[in-house]
DNA sequence: GTCTATAGGCAGATAGAC
DNA sequence: GTCTATCTGCCTATAGAC
């Protein structure tokens, strides 16, 4: 029983962030969800009070993964790390210019709404930044280390957003390169 | 006649330019741009056959203001012309934190849905794109010149996204200051 | 050209049987 | 815990009087 409970939870939140990322969240029904999980409609209900809860639970997936992610890192350099991050980036290309920068996208057009779930979201670019600034700081960059981080992010976000709007992944290829100059640079 | 139709038609993109930066396309209702136009809601089938049709109108005003504002740039070297447009969001920076790139939110909005506005959509990032890559091939830039306007658009852009989520209008000051050297040093 | 009233559909959310 | 049926409200779009 217990089992069954998480795996339709899991199911629901693993259909909304796949279908958020596609559609965006205003434009992903329930019902939409319901489907690709297959969970009748009304049961959402019963593991989501609303759809905003929806929306955090995406938030949380989102960092779980990321946190995932970075842990496989932890054997890395700092400075491997970061170029880890980037290296990323160019592996799902095709995806970014489908779609635009998950965690991008879905920030802002949460921050539009400007809901409770704005809060939420602001975590998942929060801990982003926390992370890099930590990997700058261990390259011993001080003082330095936030807006080393910001700026990082910064480039990655402008990217995926012209790689997403322009429809062109190439476009990736070629700004991450930069990167990764500029990285081996500091 | 024409005096008021024009007007109330003019009224009515403004209105939808507006209340779409601020709350998202897919967020504004026909309802509310009615309302904030002091227009009655039926009337607007009058001027636009479908909501997508106002969504083309306002990538038309966003069009007009953009050639406006490389209009009165005019006079000045390409550098300085790059250098103001760069200024230019420093100045807005302010609303940047509020709603993020009116450009820039709009095509990421609009490239989720696959729709028939996403074509019409791009124009603007293509518009602004061949503007810059002219710049540059002015400051004798050659064939580098459209990497260059790629890499400038892409900083813009990931300095709004970062603003917008942040709420943070300071951040946009410290990446264009970053932005600036970069393009004197070109 | 202008405006009111409303159709028709789909969204989020609920009730209640099982 | 699960699922069907349904409520309520808002949305886009239309009909038709003026």
């Known amino acids: 029983m217990l089992k069954s409970n998480t795996d339709k939870r899991s199911r629901l939140i693993e259909a909304a962030v796949m279908l958020t990322y596609r559609h965006g969240f205003g434009a ?15 049961n959402i209900y019963y593991y989501f009070k609303t759809k905003d809860e929806i929306g955090e639970a995406i938030v949380e997936r989102r960092l779980e993964r990321f946190r995932a992610f970075t842990q496989r890192l932890s054997a ?35 921050h539009k709404g400007g809901g409770p779930l704005t809060e939420k979201a602001s975590h998942l670019f929060a801990g982003t930044l926390d992370w890099m600034e930590a990997q700058f700081a261990g390259l011993g960059k001080g003082a330095d280390s936030r807006k080393l981080a910001i700026h990082l992010l910064s480039a990655l976000q402008g990217m995926s957003v012209l790689a997403h709007t322009l429809r062109d992944p190439g476009l990736v290829a070629t700004e991450v390169e930069g990167l990764k100059e500029w990285l081996r640079g500091l």
């Not at 992903?28 to 009304?42: W, Y």
């Open 28 to 42: 992903t029904s329930l019902a939409d969800i319901a489907r690709e999980a297959d969970v009748p409609l009304g």
């Open 76 to 110: 890395l350099s700092p400075k491997e790390r970061l170029e880890a991050f980037v290296q990323m980036t160019i592996e799902s290309a095709p995806e970014l210019a489908k779609s635009g920068c998950p965690v991008g996208t879905f920030c802002s057009e949460i």
